[in-house]
Structures are given as structure tokens and as C-alpha cells.
């Protein structure tokens, strides 16, 4: 609390420590961070400057104003008052929106040689302002010596007796110069040159709307380049195990501005859940919490009675530069990956002030070896495996409140999960190539210093029977379907030729297309699915805006049948939206022997997802449903309000009486 005075009109230069001036990579001279408190008519300004960047903040809002950084006097938008912010999306009692949170109190946190954090705190008070969400942010700045970036974390905070409240979203923001950044990486895989905000203007007739506000085809834009070509956010969304760096080089300046999140700790949904990363603004985005995906299923409501309290981040906002005078885009990239291992190497970090962010020694390490009994005992390689807040299976799909860690097992199923921060935990996991969802059978308490060694835990995925037959691969995607090839006039030129072939716009119609009177018809022993099953179960189109549930055929041959037994079909799903499953067997037009209910709000087809969440729905078949010679399945999708309602499998599988 020392130094919260703040003088209007007044310069204040807080003391000053230099130590000895030291040369980064390119040149500028580093040197001990200094801050600096002004007040001018516009409202009051913390700079913070190490020699390398200089960093303006509004204060005591906490708003990064501007970032200075190798003579661009600002790497922000000049433009917008909002270029580097948090925010949350939020519904209460009596209000809906948005929040930027502001604070409303400024202190320093630590000023030393090595580094300044300053908090921007804002506290909630019953009977505050309504557009306030009910929680204590606190919203905390480092900026260290002969570093070329910003790390940013927020504590949250909420107390039981407050109302309740549903929390959606919570982000960091960055509006980035249009005037210098029109190159974004997403990944080695994803980059490219960029159209602008301006280009995607369907009021101005640079651009025509496409089924929904976030697709737009680019009728007039700028650069002639980008003529026709379809620009969406959601084309350019990453898995959480893979978002670790992401951001918009200048090719004109060489200069880099990038997002890093070291760790999955603090985000939610678990190492598979997609979320956006940069995009047409220039936008870069760092999510802590958010629906995509997944939908009506996340967690985010807070009852009244429920504490909540949760440290997002720290994220490293990197900067780089390159003066080589060649293309800079590789070199940025390059250097941008290599900054991210560094960043990851150094978790958790030790210079973070926030005793609600334990350090190295305050955390734990749960080790084991993963097996998977699917009647041979085998390692369970290449699994993801977590520890997540105690829940049922799978239930870390949709968990935003607590932490999650996961990492990968090796090829022997060996795992170690280390910087688990105390609390109580469940196991989760999940294995590719086996269908279901794994959790230990006991909950693993974690303790500051503790190491637990599982030992051998052992998955069981579901099974009842030898497989009789099956679709697909058990891997939580619908990848290994057949995705059609894009339209020719709306597509995004970065994913032809690509391993993401799903990324583009309208794929969902060209079912219609395909089977524009009978529904696809699947026969196994003679179809293959990679060509002959469509990658999603969406609706027809039957001309204007009327579409039709589609019912899909699983034709079989059966050398003989257990009448008494009983069969299994194993029907996992990777996405679901508004769409309500139901499964008869040689019967097309009777009562559905199964329905999954109405499911799954993930928006995966609209969103160019290949999954939303996983859902596995394990369904006895009587054997006096089924017959000698050949059988048909029916699939039928109800739903049928719009393009869509649909959801897409992930595998499919026959299973015989269990022999036992
Ligand atoms: C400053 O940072 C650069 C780049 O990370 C590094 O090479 C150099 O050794 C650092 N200098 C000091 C004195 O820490
Ligand atoms: C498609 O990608 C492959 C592998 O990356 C590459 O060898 C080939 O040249 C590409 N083809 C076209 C037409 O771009
Ligand atoms: C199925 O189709 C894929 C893609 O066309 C092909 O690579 C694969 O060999 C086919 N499988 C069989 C069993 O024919």
C-alpha cells in the first residue's frame, strides 16, 4: 500500500536505481526498470521503462496505453482507447457485459535491480456500481532488466456472500498498429499476410457477410491479393496444448509482438479445449476462460455461498527485432519459439510477488505409469494424462474454476506431472486409439514439496465384447472422416494443401451436395471411411433456409446371431450442437431405440472445429434386434432448425455378446 498517493498535475519521479548499463541482443541499452507517475489533463499515466521498452499504463484504470519499442513509438493502435486490456464477459441478476475492469487503485509492488511490478487493483463492494462484476481483480505488471516484454497476471477473487453470477469469458487483449503489423504466425503451419479490419466493412461494401457476423468474403479489399477469400477468427483457433506462442511480426519495422502462455495451469478445459489466438485488428489474445467449443456446457456459474479464487497467468507479452535487413519473418518466428522454451523452462517463475502464486518449492509432483486393460494389458503411450479438480470422468472438459495439469506419457506410459500446486486432485486421462475417459480411483492430495509416486495406474476403457466391427479412430476428433474440398470462391488460401483441411468456410454444405436426395449410406466391409463418411452429421439444406434432419445408414452382415445376448455399440461423439441423436436398429421409421436427448452446444461446425467436448455413450443392443445376414443402423439427427445443428463422431463400434 506504501506508495498509493498519487498527485494530479503532478511529475513525480519515484527514486531511481541504475546498475551497470547492459546491451541486449540488438543493441539498446538495458538498464534497471524505472517508473514514472504523471498527471496531465487526459488522466494520470504509469510509465514503466527498462531501456529497452517503455510501457505506458493508464492509471489507476491499468490499461496498457502504449508500448514503445525500437524507435515505433507505440506497437498498439494509436487509434483505439482499449489496446491492451483485460476483460471479462459476465451476466448478473440484473446486468449482462462486458467488463474491462479497471482499477481503481495504484501501487508499486517491488522496485529493485531486477525488476517493477505494480498492481492495478480494483476491490467490489455490495451496492458498488452495477457494471462492476462482483470479484476483487487485481491486475499485476512486471517488467524486469534487459527484458524485451511484459509478464501479466490477475488474482480473482470472489467471496461467498456475494451474488451469484455467470463468468463466460476472461482475456487479455491486444489491439496491435494496423499502420505496421499485417503478418500473424499461429503456428510453423498457420501464418500468413493479413487483411485488415478496414477490408472485413460489410456496411462500407469491403466485404459481404457470410452465415453468421465472424465469416466474411472480402469483395473489395485493399490488396487485391485477398479478393474473395474468406476471413473468420475461429480458422486460426488453437488446441490449448498447442497455444503457446502466437502473434503479428512487421514486416516493414522487423519487429515482433508476441503472446506467450508458458503454462496450462491456469487456463480451463483441459490440454484439448480450443480457443482463438491473433487475428484480423491486429488482435493477439490470451484466454483464460471461454465457452469456444464447448458452449452452454462450461462451467461458469457461481452460486451465491461460492468462494472463487484464481491466479490467470503470468503470460510474457515478448517483443523481438531483427536489423538483418532480410525477410524478418522466419528469423522473428524462430526466435519468438525459442523465447516460449525459455519461458516454460523457467515455470514456475521466481520473481513473481503474489504469495497466491506458489513458487518452485511450494508445489508438488505426481509421477506413475499409465497401462490400458483393453483385455491385453499394454503402456498407455502417447496418453494425456491430468490432474484436474475432483469431478466425474472427463469432467475437466468443462472446468474453468480450479487449476489443471496435464502432460503426455511416453511410449512406455511413463508420466510425471511436476508444479502441481497443492489441493486436492483427480487423475483424468485419456489414451489414443482407446475410446472413453480415464480417472484414478482415488483422489491424489498434492502438498507443497510432496512427490507422489502413483505407480502403475491402470485405464479400462469400455468394453463388453470382441469388436464385430467399427468406424473411425478412437481419438476425439472427426479428422480421420472424409472433409470435402472448400468452395472455390470462399475459401482461405492458407489451408489448401494443408493437414487442417477443415478449416475452411461452408464445408457443412456440401452435404447437401453430396447426397442431395438419400442421406449417406455407410456399408462395412465395402466403405472407407476416411472417403465414404462425412467428417459431420449436419442437417439438409432443402432450398431458401429450410433444412432437414438427415438419418445415415450403418449396413452390416451378421454370420449369425446371440438372440439371448446382449450387444454393445460404442458411439463416441467429438462434437455436438443442438443436435439430439437417434439410433434404431433394422427399423427406420419406429420408436428410436436410443436418443442421446437434446446435446452439446460446442458450435464445432460453424466454428471449423474438427471436436467440441467428448461425450461416450455406450448402448446394449438386445441380439433380438438384430438378425443373420444384414442389418442397418440408423442414425438419425432430429434437429434441424438451421446448418448447424449436427455434431460429428469420433468412433463408432460394434461389439459381440460378451463371451464371459
Ligand atoms: C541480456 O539479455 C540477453 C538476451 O536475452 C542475453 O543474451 C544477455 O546475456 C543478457 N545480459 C545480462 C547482463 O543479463
Ligand atoms: C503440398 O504439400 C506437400 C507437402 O508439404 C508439398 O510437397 C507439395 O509441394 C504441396 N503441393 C502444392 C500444390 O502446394
Ligand atoms: C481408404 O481411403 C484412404 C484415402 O483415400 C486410403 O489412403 C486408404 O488406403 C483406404 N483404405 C482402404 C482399406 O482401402
Not at 461467498?160 to 500473424?184: A, C, T
Not at 490449448?240 to 514486416?251: A, E, L, M
Not at 456440401?510 to 463418411?533: C, F, K, M
Request: net charge positive.
Amino acid at each position: 500500500m506504501a506508495s498509493s498517493i498519487i498527485c494530479f498535475f503532478l511529475l513525480l519521479l519515484l527514486p531511481l536505481t541504475f546498475s551497470e548499463p547492459i546491451r541486449n541482443l540488438y543493441g539498446t541499452r538495458a538498464r534497471a526498470p524505472t517508473v514514472q507517475q504523471t498527471g496531465h489533463r487526459h488522466g494520470r499515466e504509469v510509465i514503466v521503462d527498462n531501456g529497452i521498452i517503455r510501457v505506458s499504463f493508464s492509471s489507476p484504470q491499468g490499461l496498457i496505453t502504449g508500448i514503445k519499442y525500437k524507435g515505433i513509438d507505440n506497437v498498439l493502435s494509436p487509434h483505439l482507447r482499449a489496446r491492451g486490456y483485460w476483460d471479462i464477459t459476465w451476466q448478473g441478476e440484473n446486468y449482462r457485459g462486458l467488463d474491462r475492469i479497471e482499477g481503481t487503485n495504484f501501487r508499486i509492488i517491488s522496485q529493485n535491480e531486477e525488476q517493477v511490478e505494480i498492481s492495478f487493483y480494483r476491490k467490489w463492494n455490495i451496492g458498488g456500481s452495477r457494471s462492476h462484476i462482483p470479484l476483487n481483480v487485481d491486475k499485476r505488471y512486471i517488467i524486469r532488466t534487459n527484458t524485451s516484454g511484459i509478464y501479466t497476471y490477475g488474482i480473482f477473487e470472489r467471496l461467498p456472500e456475494w451474488p451469484q453470477v455467470e463468468m463466460g469469458q476472461i482475456r487479455i487483449v491486444f489491439k496491435l498498429n494496423s499502420d505496421r503489423f499485417h503478418y500473424m504466425v499461429v503456428a510453423d503451419d498457420r501464418q500468413r499476410e493479413m487483411p485488415t479490419d478496414d477490408d472485413r466493412d460489410t456496411h462500407r461494401g469491403h466485404a459481404k457477410a457470410l452465415a453468421y457476423k465472424e465469416a466474411v468474403q472480402l469483395t473489395h479489399p485493399r490488396n487485391p491479393m485477398f479478393k474473395n477469400q474468406v476471413d473468420d477468427k475461429y480458422q486460426y483457433t488453437c488446441e490449448i496444448k498447442d497455444n503457446k506462442v502466437h502473434g503479428w511480426i512487421s514486416t516493414k519495422s522487423h519487429v515482433g509482438f508476441w503472446l506467450i502462455s508458458p503454462s496450462g495451469e491456469y487456463r480451463s478445459g483441459g490440454p484439448i479445449k480450443q480457443d482463438l489466438t491473433s487475428h484480423v485488428g491486429p488482435t493477439a489474445i490470451s484466454t483464460f476462460i471461454s465457452g469456444h467449443y464447448v458452449g452452454q456446457d462450461m462451467e461458469t456459474h457461481y452460486r451465491t455461498g461460492e468462494a472463487w479464487k484464481k491466479v490467470l497467468g503470468p503470460v510474457f507479452i515478448y517483443l523481438n527485432s531483427d536489423s538483418t535487413g532480410n525477410n524478418p519473418t522466419d528469423l522473428l518466428w524462430e526466435d519468438a519459439k525459442q523465447q516460449t522454451k525459455e519461458e516454460v523452462k523457467s515455470w514456475p517463475y521466481d520473481f513473481v510477488a503474489s504469495s497466491d502464486y506458489p513458487s518452485r518449492k511450494e508445489r508438488g509432483i505426481v509421477t506413475g505409469r499409465l497401462l490400458v486393460n483393453d483385455r491385453v494389458i499394454t503402456p498407455g503411450k502417447s496418453a494425456y494424462v491430468g490432474l484436474a479438480p475432483p469431478g466425474v470422468p472427463g469432467s475437466w472438459q468443462t472446468n474453468t474454476k480450479g487449476y489443471q495439469f496435464w502432460t503426455k506419457t511416453n511410449e512406455a506410459g511413463y508420466f510425471t506431472i511436476d508444479n502441481v500446486r497443492p489441493g486436492t486432485y483427480n487423475l483424468y486421462g485419456f489414451v489414443p486409439g482407446f475410446i472413453g475417459d480415464f480417472r484414478y480411483q482415488n483422489r491424489v492430495e498434492v502438498a507443497a514439496g510432496s512427490k507422489i509416486s502413483l505407480d502403475r495406474v491402470v485405464y479400462q476403457p469400455p468394453r463388453n465384447g470382441p469388436t464385430v466391427w467399427e468406424i473411425g479412430v478412437p481419438d476425439r476428433t472427426a479428422r480421420e472422416f472424409f472433409v470435402p474440398e472448400p468452395y472455390k470462391n470462399t475459401m482461405n488460401p492458407l489451408f489448401l494443401n494443408h493437414t487442417d483441411k477443415f478449416r475452411q468456410y461452408g464445408l457443412w454444405q456440401r452435404y447437401t451436395e453430396l447426397y442431395p436426395n438419400h442421406d449417406l449410406v455407410y456399408t462395412i466391409g465395402a466403405s472407407n471411411y476416411s472417403q465414404d463418411w462425412f467428417y459431420a452429421h449436419v442437417t439438409r439444406n432443402v432450398g431458401g433456409s429450410t433444412y432437414v434432419p438427415t438419418t445415415w445408414q450403418i449396413v452390416f452382415r451378421l454370420p449369425y446371431v446371440n438372440w439371448r445376448g446382449s450387444y454393445t455399440l460404442q458411439l463416441a461423439l467429438a462434437s455436438a450442437a443442438r443436435a439430439n441423436l437417434q439410433v434404431r436398429f433394422n427399423s427406420e421409421y419406429s420408436i428410436p431405440f436410443f436418443s442421446t436427448g437434446t446435446i452439446g452446444r460446442d458450435n464445432a461446425i460453424a466454428r471449423h472445429g474438427i471436436h467440441g467436448i467428448y461425450r461416450l455413450y455406450s448402448i446394449n443392443v438386445p441380439g433380438r434386434l438384430l438378425r443373420p445376414g444384414t442389418n442397418t443402423i440408423y442414425l438419425r439427427q432430429s434437429k434441424a432448425s438451421g446448418p448447424f445443428e449436427g455434431l460429428m463422431y469420433d468412433y463408432i463400434r460394434l461389439e459381440e455378446p460378451s463371451r464371459d
